[in-house]
């Protein structure tokens, strides 16, 4: 089973960028689709981006169009999320995630989570 380590969050002021790496371990990694989830205090956890294995297809829930980019490294077994315009609504724990296939509605079914990355986003 893969594991999955976030990294690359923290404090941003409103309009500013941070970007997240998700190094995952083990031999299968370009297997799997890959995406990212976030929690925000008080919510539930809610689908965010979702790239496919080979990084043709990438999905988007609508709030982070056009500011987000998804994107994943094979060599490497890191997925990424750019996160540019950043929104004090942006502020949560953003998570990791691999499982079977990538869609608009998000990764189904789940295979592997990571213990998430907490951001900021300051007005």
């Known amino acids: 089973q893969v594991q999955l380590v976030e990294s690359g969050g923290g404090l941003e002021q409103a309009g500013g960028s941070l970007k997240l790496s998700c190094a995952a371990s083990?031999?299968?990694?370009?297997?799997?689709?890959m995406g990212w989830f976030r929690q925000a205090p008080g919510k539930e956890r809610e689908f965010v981006a979702g790239i496919s294995w080979r990084g043709g297809n990438t999905y988007y829930t609508d709030s982070v169009k056009g500011r987000f980019t998804i994107s994943r490294d094979n060599a490497k077994n890191t997925v990424y999320l750019q996160m540019n315009s950043l929104k004090p609504e942006d502020t949560a724990v953003y998570y990791c995630?691999?499982?079977?296939?990538?869609?608009?509605?998000?990764?189904?079914?789940?295979?592997?989570w990571g213990q998430g990355t907490l951001v900021t986003v300051s007005s």
């Open positions: 083990g031999r299968t990694f370009s297997s799997y689709a």
């Open positions: 995630a691999a499982g079977g296939l990538a869609s608009p509605k998000g990764i189904n079914p789940l295979n592997a």
